[in-house]
Every structure is written in C-alpha cells, then in structure tokens.
C-alpha cells in the first residue's frame, strides 16, 4: 500500500515537472502554444469569476472606449484650467468647483485606459461618483453622476462625461437595474488598446484613435 502510494506521488511529481516545463520554460512554438491557451483559461475560469466574486459586479474590469471623459492634459492636467472651461456645465446642477475637487477620479480618464469597478449600489452612490451603465448603446456607458432623483421610490440618476459639452439623452433619466457598477480608480492607463486596435477602426473617423 505504502508502494503503491509513493509511485503516485511520483507520477504526480513527475507529471507537475512536465505542467511546469511547457508553461515557463519550453521555448518551442508547442510551449507557446500551451502558455497562451492556460493564460486564456485562467484568466476566463478563474481570474475573472474570483474578481467577479470579490466586487460584486458583472464587469470588474472596464475598457474605456472614448474620449468623453478625458481632461486636457491627461495625468498633467490643470485642474483650475480645466473647471474654467466647464464650470458653467456643472453649475447648473449645483456642482461646485470645491464640491468638484472631493470627487474620485478627479482628472478623468482617457480612452484605452483599464477602469477597476465595484458594486454600483444604488442606494449609496452620491454625485460625483463615476457610474457604468446599460444605455442601448453597443456597449455600457462611463460617466459621471451629476443629479439624482427618487420616482416611485426609486433612484434615477443623472451624469455627464467630463469632457462632453453637454448631457446626451440616454443619460438623463438612468434607472437602477441600468447600473452595473462604481469605477473606483484607473488600474493600467492605456493597457486596453491592446484589444481596441481590433475594432476602433470600424468607428467613425472623428472617433477613432487617440484622444
């Protein structure tokens, strides 16, 4: 029995050996081959339903796919220069520079960037939070959350992309079971080209490409 078991353990070891060898250390198009199909695994069965666990939403990772929320200058962005010219957009909801100044993601983001998000309740998200939505669009919307109203004792929130001049109709009455999540803050800057230069080609020409 012992034998028998010692050959097992054997066997096993032999067999990690083997596992190991072809994920870090066969160079061969073969090993390639098997690195790239167990990083896709697991990224798929393991990373993301562990993530998907961990924050509470559908979309833990969110790529950025346009220009709408970036602000002039990027990291190096002057906040003052930038609230100049769109402090009449949030004063009209009552937003002002100070009360700006306390918001996540003060300087916006840019396309391409990789957002990590977490649980959207409704019951907790405040203006200024930077909300992702089902809008009937191709893909959810990133904004930030400028107004919000009860109906019905519901929320209905309202936002507007930082770098937008104005609000687009879809985001004016958002209901909750549109939210899908609270981006908390941008984790790779422009890391999500990677899969935009795939299809950003098929967009219009003044949407395409960098911001």
């Known amino acids: 029995m012992t034998q028998n078991k010692t050959k097992e353990k054997g ?108 649980r959207g309740n409704p019951k907790k998200l405040e203006v200024g939070d930077v909300i992702i939505f089902k809008a009937n669009q191709r893909n959810p919307v990133i904004h930030r959350i400028v107004e919000i109203k009860e109906k019905d004792g519901e929320k209905i929130f309202s936002t507007l992309g930082d770098n937008n001049p104005g609000q687009i109709n879809f ?15 941008r984790l790779l800057p422009y890391a999500g080209w990677i899969k935009l230069v795939f299809y950003d080609w098929k967009k219009p020409y003044s949407e395409r490409g960098l911001c």
């Open 171 to 185: 985001e004016k009455e958002i209901k909750e079971d549109q939210i899908i999540g609270k981006a908390s803050f």
């Open 11 to 118: 066997k096993t070891k032999k067999l990690f050996k083997k596992f190991w060898w072809l994920l870090w250390k066969d160079d061969s198009f073969k090993g390639w081959i098997f690195s790239v199909v167990f990083l896709f695994l697991f990224i798929k069965f393991i990373f993301f339903p562990f993530l998907i666990l961990l924050t509470g939403t559908s979309m833990p990772l969110a790529i950025v796919e346009s220009c709408s929320m970036i602000h002039e200058g990027n990291f190096f962005s002057d906040y003052n220069e930038w609230w100049q010219k769109h402090e009449s957009e949030y004063l009209q909801y009552g937003i002002e520079k100070e009360e700006f100044e306390n918001f996540p993601l003060i300087k916006g983001f840019n396309k391409g960037d990789i957002l990590f998000v977490v």
